[in-house]
T-cell receptor, first 113, second 114 residues
């Protein structure tokens, strides 16, 4: 069975500092994608960053970057210069092209002023 | 470009009733997938439709069904509601960008079964 594990239920970080959220996954797919989504209290799931598994280069999107270790099946998210607006639940997900994303249980991130 | 639109935002139903939720994907997106989010089980995949055909289905009972119309709008139906069906139901439409896939979610429908 495909699984995604986020081992940190909650984390906190001071504003302007850097934080890393962990994610490990297991999949039998050969061609898959990995995602980080953010869900603030408004409950809208917002795509933060995505990584194609066949690409070795780590994806970056402004202050967000990933450390993708394919052999270790690890996909961590680094948030630099944390902002108050980054406070949210963060979900790691893996999946293919047919909508069947497998999500982790989430990490609740609090950014403190 | 308008985002993914889900209606209604909130719904309260009684056990045993049935309910229909609607999802309009981003214009041009042909794939719509549905997820159930609960505090206990987290986010779970229900099913995915592409060009009016169900391509993939999660591990949910037959009371959960869906369909997709020719304009890509999708509906999901839950019959004989149970208390455990109370959840946030999210739909996502898929896009292809820079050769890769991504999923844009709607704001969800909060279903409460009493």
């Amino acid at each position: 069975a495909q699984t995604v594990t986020q081992s940190q239920p909650e984390m906190s970080v001071q504003e302007a500092e850097t934080v890393t959220l962990s994610c490990t996954y297991d999949t039998s797919e050969n061609n898959y994608y990995l995602f980080w989504y953010k869900q603030p209290p408004s409950r809208q799931m917002i795509l933060v960053i995505r990584q194609e598994a066949y690409k070795q280069q780590n994806a970056t999107e402004n202050r967000f970057s990933v450390n993708f270790q394919k052999a270790a099946k690890s996909f961590s998210l680094k948030i630099s210069d944390s902002q108050l607006g980054d406070t949210a639940m963060y979900f790691c997900a893996s999946g293919g092209s047919q909508g069947n994303l497998i999500f982790g249980k989430g990490t609740k991130l609090s950014v403190k002023p | 470009k308008a985002g993914v639109t889900q209606t209604p935002r909130y719904l309260i139903k009684t056990r045993g009733q049935q309910v229909t939720l609607s999802c309009s994907p981003i214009s041009g997106h042909r794939s719509v997938s549905w997820y159930q989010q609960t505090p206990g089980q987290g986010l779970q995949f229900l099913f995915e439709y592409f060009s009016e055909t169900q391509r993939n289905k999660g591990n949910f009972p037959g009371r959960f069904s869906g369909r997709q119309f020719s304009n890509s709008r999708s509906e999901m139906n839950v019959s004989t509601l149970e208390l455990g069906d109370s959840a946030l139901y999210l739909c996502a439409s898929s896009f292809v960008r820079q050769g890769g896939y991504g999923y844009t979610f709607g704001s969800g429908t909060r279903l409460t079964v009493v």
